[in-house]
């Protein structure tokens, strides 16, 4: 079974940065795509971006896009989510899943997730 395992959440100031990381378990990460989602106190979990399992195709939210970029390091069977320029409104737990397209979206492709990492914006 996957396990999924993310960090780098904390407290900023709105237009401050935050590098978020998700490690994963699994010999077949390589082939993954791979996503970030986030969920917001009373708010339904959301897509926020998505890389592929070759680095090159990425897609992001676009309430995220300009700001955010995901990459992804095989080696170390890891996902990374830098966040520059936030906004209060990305105040959320944020989570990571391997991903699948679903009508041109990316969805979360295990009926599982992780214990997420908090970030909170301050204005």
């Known amino acids: 079974q996957v396990q999924l395992v993310e960090s780098g959440g904390g407290l900023v100031q709105a237009g401050g940065s935050l590098r978020l990381s998700c490690a994963v378990s699994?010999?077949?990460?390589?082939?993954?795509?791979m996503g970030w989602f986030r969920q917001a106190p009373g708010k339904e979990r959301e897509f926020v971006a998505a890389?592929?399992?070759?680095?090159?195709?990425?897609k992001y939210a676009e309430s995220v896009k300009g700001r955010f970029t995901v990459s992804r390091d095989n080696a170390k069977n890891t996902v990374y989510l830098q966040m520059n320029s936030l906004k209060p409104e990305d105040t959320a737990v944020y989570y990571c899943?391997?991903?699948?397209?679903?009508?041109?979206?990316?969805?979360?492709?295990?009926?599982?997730w992780g214990q997420g990492t908090q970030v909170t914006v301050s204005s």
């Open positions: 899943n391997v991903v699948r397209m679903m009508g041109g979206d990316y969805v979360s492709a295990l009926d599982y």
């Open positions: 699994g010999r077949t990460f390589s082939s993954y795509a």
């Open positions: 890389i592929n399992w070759n680095y090159i195709s990425t």
